[in-house]
């Protein structure tokens, strides 16, 4: 066996993939999961469906009422309130995939971010900046979704989520999408070959071919 490929590890790994609204997480998230063999957690959410949106494919689309009940139940890996819409992440879909051995993305905001963090210590965090806020502002205007107050208050709050970066492992700067890109998969290669995660079977595979 390739030492190379000996070194993966059997189960997947958790990447928490989050920053301000408008850096282009969900575009990146896509192209990464194209590319390499890794799934997107699919999350729930209060907040309706915008244009071209489907339910069980950026979202799980459910009622105030629903959302609630998976909270009662324990049902989130992470869960958080955001200009008055509530998203949360399936614990029991996350869980299952990594323990097959896929590795599972989050694209989930910072608060969710935090949350996972602190309940699953072996997430990995990676945050996403924009090339200048100038240009973050031209982004969110370009969707054409906000009114102008509602662009304020993302660019408000994104200079808050900014100033909780050293939180995070990595730090990625969206400015061309294709180094982006390349810049995450880079990161999800590296956690795989980390000592920590592989010492117990290096030290046996050595000792069993002395």
Same mark, same amino acid.
């Given at each position: @066996?390739?030492?190379?490929?000996?070194?993966?590890?059997?189960?997947?790994?958790?990447?928490?993939?989050?920053?301000p +609204?408008?850096t282009?997480?969900?575009?990146?998230?896509?192209?990464?999961?194209?590319?390499? #063999?890794?799934?997107?957690?699919?999350? @729930?959410?209060?907040?309706p469906?915008?244009?071209?949106e !489907?339910d069980?494919r950026?979202?799980?689309?459910?009622?105030k009422?629903?959302?609630?009940?998976?909270?009662?139940?324990?049902?989130?890996?992470?869960?958080?309130?955001?200009?008055? #819409?509530? $998203?949360?992440?399936p614990?029991? @879909?996350?869980?299952?995939?990594?323990?097959?051995?896929?590795?599972?993305?989050?694209?989930?905001?910072?608060?969710? !971010?935090?949350? =996972?963090?602190?309940?699953?210590?072996? !997430?990995i965090?990676?945050?996403?900046?924009?090339?200048?806020?100038?240009?973050?502002?031209?982004?969110?205007? +370009?969707?054409?979704?906000?009114?102008?107050?509602?662009?304020?208050?993302?660019?408000?709050? !994104? @200079?808050?989520?900014?100033?909780?970066?050293?939180?995070?492992? $990595?730090? =990625?700067? #969206?400015d061309?999408? /294709?180094?982006?890109? /390349?810049?995450?998969?880079s990161?999800?290669?590296?956690?795989?070959?980390?000592? /920590? /995660?592989?010492?117990?079977?290096?030290?046996?595979?050595?000792?069993?071919?002395q």
């Open positions: @066996m390739r030492l190379s490929k000996f070194l993966e590890c059997d189960r997947g790994k958790l990447f928490v993939i989050s920053g +609204s408008g282009g997480k969900g575009t990146i998230c896509r192209e990464v999961v194209d590319r390499i #063999n890794a799934e997107i957690s699919i999350s @729930m959410t209060t907040r469906p915008r244009p071209g !489907a069980g950026e979202y799980y689309f459910v009622s009422e629903v959302f609630l009940d998976n909270i009662d139940n324990n049902g989130f890996l992470e869960h958080a309130e955001v200009f008055g #819409n509530r $998203y949360g992440t614990k029991d @879909m996350v869980i299952k995939k990594l323990e097959e051995g896929m590795d599972v993305i989050l694209e989930i905001d910072v608060q969710g !971010a935090l949350q =996972v963090k602190d309940s699953y210590d072996e !997430a965090l990676v945050f996403i900046l924009p090339p200048s806020l100038r240009e973050l502002e031209r982004r969110i205007v +370009s969707r054409g979704t906000e009114s102008k107050k509602d662009i304020q208050k993302r660019l408000s709050r !994104a @200079m808050d989520e900014i100033g909780l970066i050293d939180r995070y492992e $990595y730090t =990625v700067i #969206n061309e999408l /294709n180094i982006a890109v /390349n810049n995450i998969i990161i999800i290669q590296a956690e795989h070959f980390k000592i /920590n /995660n592989n010492k117990e079977r290096i030290i046996k595979k050595f000792k069993e071919e």
